[in-house]
């Protein structure tokens, strides 16, 4: 394949891949479609688009085309749980987005005249900017240069590792808190005259993505439509087209959101307790719109609807179905029944409870005051007040508390060994206290003095061979 020359910046970027055709039955509706997975261009096998290493230059990529590749189908495994081996030949080349390079995919908007839906026109026409035509021949993609979006970015995830460490939180886990504070992506799903639907009225996809470090490919055919440099000067309108449909696909889910209905339900390991409970969940589950999270916050969801007894069906009605409109939906109800019965929850039904009022939290919920005096006592004060948050477990982390701890633990090893060792034991300790001879053996300072990294008091340890040396030489 030849590359347009508006592309000629983007061959020496390490952000390409391969990909393979795999054809699944079961996509669109039924009518079926392909798969595109990603190929690492350097093993001819699975590749991944968070993965850097998995990544190479264009030239290289390229000189793949036509070659077999090797292919873990995991998406449809056999009756034994295994994944096929599929071998196919590459189709083509593949560009990562990432490092401030973005993309739109409209799909199906070219009809079998040529001709292009008004929505996707009004998109190009605004982002004003390379598109090509799609491997399919119905669709569009749009590549973009965002740099003020990747500063926002990279702006963003420094903040969140900033307040993570200064959280207490470690230098990895707030690393991965961090990756991809920036980014934003999402499917929409269109019917006829571009307005949001569901999966039952969907005639086009639109998908809008921005990741500064990987998260999506788009398939480079090479096929001009809009004869256009890639446009550096588009951050800011890209951003304002994806809040626009946003908005616009939550107010379809709150309009679709069936209301909640009010009756009796038994929690797991409990007895029926009456309305009061359910009134408080589905209160707190109106408030949430499914669309707007992502898989792992829907999975919570659906997993603690399971804990507190909730139906499949019941659940479904809360998620419109499962996960229409969100990033990577390509399931359906079969798909969730699977999910549904794969769901495993150890906290107990009150955590269950706790996961869908602090969600509903943050779609503004306040709970009413008819759930108030319940909800306190049977689903955690944490949810309601900072003073009971701290008592229901954030005080553990703090200093004081870890200083306590630690000196909890010291005056157990302390009476244990005075168990074991009597008066010997007692005795030691005393002379030791009296001399001032007490001391750390990891930080080897006296007792009772400032620790070097806190300034405070900190709890000693006492080294059992100590005092048996001590013991020996007095019998000695």
């Known amino acids: 394949m030849r590359i347009p020359r508006h592309l000629e910046e983007l061959k020496p970027l390490r952000q390409w891949v391969n990909y393979i055709r795999i054809w699944n039955a079961t996509k669109n ?6 798969d595109k997975p990603p190929i690492n261009p350097g093993t001819l096998r699975d590749g991944m688009t968070n993965n850097p290493d998995t990544w190479t230059d264009y030239d290289r990529a390229a000189a793949n085309i036509g070659k077999t590749a090797t292919h873990r189908d995991t998406k449809h495994k056999d009756a034994q749980g295994k994944a096929p081996t599929i071998q196919a030949p590459v189709e083509g080349t593949g560009l990562i987005l990432a490092q401030g390079y973005c993309g739109v995919d409209l799909d199906g908007v070219i009809d079998n005249e040529g001709r292009l ?59 991965r808190q961090a990756r991809g504070a920036g980014d934003f992506g999402k499917q929409f799903l269109l019917d006829a005259a571009g307005a949001i639907t ?108 399971k804990v507190l007894g909730f139906s499949l069906d019941e659940a479904e009605r809360f998620s419109s179905g499962g996960l229409i409109g969100l990033p990577n939906s390509k399931n359906d109800s079969r798909n969730n029944a699977y999910r549904w019965n794969k769901f495993r929850f150890k906290k107990g039904d009150n955590s269950a409870a706790g996961i869908i009022i602090n969600t509903a939290k943050r779609f503004n919920w306040t709970p009413a005051e008819a759930f108030d005096s319940d909800a306190r006592t049977k689903y955690g004060r944490s949810l309601y007040s900072d003073e009971a ?88």
């Not at 509706?29 to 392909?34: E, I, L, Q």
């Not at 008004?118 to 993609?141: C, Q, V």
């Not at 001391?439 to 007792?447: E, I, L, V």
């Open 198 to 305: 569901d999966e039952a009225g969907k005639v086009y996809e639109l998908e809008i993505y921005f990741y500064i470090r990987g998260g999506r490919y788009f398939t480079v055919t090479g096929n001009v439509y809009r004869n256009k440099p890639i446009n550096r000067n588009k951050g800011a309108e890209l951003r304002a087209i994806f809040d626009e449909y946003v908005a616009r696909n939550d107010a379809y889910r709150a309009a679709q959101r069936p209301a909640p209905t009010v009756g009796t339900f038994r929690t797991v390991g409990r007895p029926a307790e009456g309305d009061q409970d359910r009134k408080m969940i589905e209160s707190a589950l109106s408030a949430i719109d499914p669309g707007a999270l992502d898989f792992g916050e829907w999975a919570s969801i659906m997993t603690a609807l």
């Open 29 to 34: 509706g039924g009518r079926g479609g392909y």
């Open 117 to 175: 839906a008004p929505f996707a026109a009004a998109i190009i026409e605004r982002l004003d900017t390379y598109t090509e035509i799609s491997p399919s021949g119905k669709g569009l993609h749009l590549l973009l240069y965002c740099g003020d979006l990747r500063e926002a970015a990279i702006a963003a995830e420094r903040a969140t590792y900033q307040k993570a460490i200064a959280s207490g939180m470690g230098k990895e886990a707030a690393a």
């Open 389 to 476: 948050r701290a008592a229901y477990g954030r005080s553990l982390h703090t200093e004081e508390e870890r200083r306590q701890y630690g000196r909890d633990l010291y005056a157990k090893r302390l009476e244990k060994w005075a168990e074991e060792h009597g008066d010997d034991f007692r005795q030691w300790k005393e002379q030791r206290n009296a001399q001032g001879q007490r001391k750390n053996p990891q930080q080897g300072q006296p007792a009772g003095q400032p620790s070097r990294r806190s300034g405070t008091t900190a709890p000693r340890e006492i080294s059992l061979d100590d005092f048996k040396n001590w013991k020996n030489g007095r019998k000695g």
